[in-house]
């Protein structure tokens, strides 16, 4: 039987080759400190050539520029990577000194960040991703800094969800400026999220009321529907419960949300704290429809299912407004066109005790199912929303002319 032998060299260096495809490679001691020495020489040489001498009047940039950027590589390869940092920002500076193009720098500050963000320097990387993209946005380059805004949000999720929103909100805000609001979709996702995560629930609010709008305009039924639901179930969150049922009017005039099942079951879980039925309450958190939300927001629902019906602050509910609540019984059988201006002092102490103990009914005020039209009954039972909203209540009643002048009126004489 023949034996073959194998060289050990060999398998060294196969071994090698398949650490360093997989990123395991690591320097040996001798290796690191090779390269470290050879990146303190060009650090040494980079700054000689930036200082002026008796016989060199001017610094050298470009010769300090190709020294740093040596250097910087050589600390990236031995893994001390905030010397690295270091070195690339000082070689973007030497590069604005030669008024070279700000595409150029912007890559150079991109390998800052980078370098940074491997040193475990959140702040620093944010702050160098930063400055890329806008040396990016500078030279004209718009979508490539809105996609180095979101890979580096993508990196420093993990790591400060300060910095990571503060990326993302900037990719949009790119993303818009080139008019590309379809690439900002996902963006505009995360960031919501992070700011979920981060429990800044109002301004999510505000993203989410904003985000509903570009997707209006880009035709994505679905997910503006889901928004819409987040957007009462984060109310809900707050025990803000005329803000949810306001939230929620407003999307009812979306196109589609009403015959949606997320509407009806949204619906239902109002309506169940509205009553103080704490049945109805679990029956409705245990839609099929709240699965399909996002992963904070179903953290949220959660949350409010471990509340009661009755801890909401709700009011009572309300009967459907008319037009004669809302007026005194003179005004209501006078002749139509005629004023009030010379009522007595007892009629209007009465109107303003009447309006006071309906303040509520006002438009002014947070506006419900019943005073849009409709009732819960009706959008549970398939009831379709009017196209045009009801006129308010200011609109029909005729405004009183002003109180007759006595100095002025001689009609008596």
């Known amino acids: 039987?023949?034996?073959?032998?194998?060289?050990?060299?060999?398998?060294?260096?196969?071994?090698?080759?398949?650490?360093?495809?997989?990123?395991?490679?690591?320097?040996?001691?001798?290796?690191?400190?090779?390269?470290?020495?050879?990146?303190?020489?060009?650090?040494?040489e980079g700054n000689s050539c930036a200082e002026t001498t008796w016989y060199r009047w001017s610094p050298d940039w470009v010769g300090a520029a190709t020294n740093w950027e040596r250097a910087a590589t050589s600390f990236r390869t031995a893994q001390a990577y905030e010397q690295a940092m270091s070195a690339f920002v000082k070689v973007a500076g030497a590069q604005r000194h030669q008024k070279m193009n700000t595409y150029a720098i912007g890559r150079t500050l991109e390998q800052a960040g980078m370098a940074a963000l491997q040193a475990g320097l959140s702040g620093q990387a944010a702050e160098h991703f930063g400055k890329a993209a806008d040396c990016y946005v500078e030279s004209g380059k718009n979508m490539k800094a809105a996609t180095l805004l979101t890979k580096a949000a993508k990196e420093l999720e993990s790591v400060s969800l300060e910095d990571a929103y503060t990326m993302l909100q900037s990719a949009c805000e790119v993303y818009a400026i080139e008019g590309k609001e379809h690439h900002s979709l996902d963006s505009f996702r995360t960031a919501i999220t992070l700011l979920l995560r981060l429990r800044r629930l109002d301004e999510a609010v505000e993203r989410m009321d904003s985000f509903a709008e570009i997707l209006e305009r880009?035709?994505?039924?679905?997910?503006?529907?889901?928004?819409?639901?987040?957007?009462?179930?984060?109310?809900?969150?707050?025990?803000?419960?005329?803000?949810?049922?306001?939230?929620?009017?407003?999307?009812?005039?979306?196109?589609?949300?009403?015959?949606?099942?997320?509407?009806?079951?949204?619906?239902?879980?109002?309506?169940?704290?509205?009553?103080?039925?704490?049945?109805?309450?679990?029956?409705?958190?245990?839609?099929?429809?709240?699965?399909?939300?996002?992963?904070?927001?179903?953290?949220?629902?959660?949350?409010?299912?471990?509340?009661?019906?009755?801890?909401?602050?709700?009011?009572?509910?309300?009967?459907?407004?008319?037009?004669?609540?809302?007026?005194?019984?003179?005004?209501?059988?006078?002749?139509?066109?005629?004023?009030?201006?010379?009522?007595?002092?007892?009629?209007?102490d009465h109107d303003t005790s009447h309006h006071d103990a309906n303040?509520?009914?006002?438009?002014?005020?947070v506006p419900s199912a019943a005073s849009s039209g409709f009732s819960r009954a009706d959008i549970l039972g398939g009831k379709e929303l009017p196209e045009d909203p009801p006129t308010s209540a200011k609109a029909i009643c005729p405004a009183p002319a002003p109180a007759r002048n006595i100095l002025e009126d001689t009609s008596f004489l």
Do not use: W
């Open 218 to 348: 880009n035709k994505q039924p679905s997910s503006l529907i889901r928004n819409g639901v987040s957007t009462v179930l984060i109310r809900l969150h707050q025990d803000r419960f005329e803000a949810a049922e306001a939230a929620c009017q407003r999307y009812l005039k979306i196109p589609g949300f009403l015959r949606s099942p997320d509407a009806r079951a949204i619906m239902r879980l109002l309506d169940a704290i509205q009553n103080e039925s704490e049945e109805q309450f679990q029956a409705a958190l245990k839609d099929q429809s709240f699965q399909f939300l996002e992963q904070e927001v179903g953290k949220i629902l959660t949350e409010i299912g471990s509340r009661g019906a009755k801890d909401f602050h709700a009011p009572s509910p309300v009967k459907p407004v008319r037009i004669d609540d809302l007026l005194s019984p003179k005004e209501v059988s006078a002749p139509v066109g005629c004023t009030f201006g010379e009522e007595s002092d007892s009629d209007s």
């Open 359 to 365: 303040d509520k009914h006002y438009p002014d005020a």
């Open 1 to 44: 039987q023949q034996t073959t032998m194998s060289d050990p060299r060999g398998d060294a260096r196969s071994r090698g080759a398949a650490r360093r495809a997989v990123g395991l490679h690591v320097l040996s001691p001798r290796e690191s400190a090779a390269q470290l020495a050879r990146a303190n020489k060009f650090m040494a």
